[in-house]
């Protein structure tokens, strides 16, 4: 936020022994939102890594 707010977030889906990332919802107070735009900065700890799995077609559906 644009005065330096800390907002929480929430990680949904992330299953303690999967290597699968979950996802991450921000929550940002209906207060500090603007009536015309709202920007966000997200700082990292470090360069994101991005999930990717490769797919292949079902041969067997039983």
């Known amino acids: 936020m644009g005065e330096g707010t800390m ?3 929430t990680i ?8 699968r990332p979950g996802i991450i919802y921000i929550d940002i ?3 500090k939102l603007d009536k015309q735009m709202t920007v ?4 990292l ?5 991005l999930y990717r799995e ?3 077609a ?3 559906n039983l």
């Open 40 to 43: 966000i900065a997200v700082l």
């Open 29 to 31: 107070p209906k207060e």
């Open 54 to 56: 490769n797919v292949g």
């Open 12 to 19: 949904y889906n992330k299953l303690y022994w999967s290597d």
């Open 58 to 60: 079902i041969e067997n």
């Open 45 to 49: 700890n470090k360069p994101l890594e």
């Open 7 to 9: 907002l929480s977030h």
